[in-house]
């Protein structure tokens, strides 16, 4: 069974523009996921800033660090994609470097 809108024709010629968002090789696709985390990363910071603000204490000590490595990661793997497309989201994996961050953090 086909789909409802599979009887339309496509105007770009190639697939519809929600398969075209999900694909990771496409340059706009990488920077709409990486401006979404930006944005929901800064969300995040500002929500704790309102929570400490409002109970005078700090709920998590770590959270900031771990969302500017979220945010550092998006802004790499966005002008990564400008460049090689296909490796752009590999920036991601700077994440796994989170604990160690703590880690460098707590020494004396």
């Known amino acids: 069974?086909?789909?409802a809108f599979s009887a339309w024709p496509d105007p770009y010629g190639q697939r519809s523009?929600?398969?075209?968002?999900?694909?990771y090789d496409f340059a706009p696709a990488v920077c709409?996921?990486?401006?979404?985390?930006i944005l929901l990363a800064l969300t995040a910071i500002r929500i704790s800033f309102v929570v400490e603000t409002d109970?005078?204490?700090r709920i998590v000590p770590g959270g900031?660090?771990?969302?500017?490595?979220?945010?550092s990661s998006a802004l790499l793997s966005m002008v990564t994609s400008l460049f090689a497309t296909e490796s752009a989201m590999l920036a991601y994996f700077l994440n796994v470097a989170t604990p160690l961050l703590h880690r460098w953090r707590k020494r004396p």
């Open 1 to 3: 069974m086909k789909g």
């Open 17 to 23: 523009w929600s398969h075209r968002v999900a694909r």
């Open 32 to 37: 709409l996921y990486g401006g979404n985390m």
């Open 55 to 57: 109970t005078k204490r």
């Open 64 to 71: 900031r660090v771990d969302l500017a490595v979220l945010i």
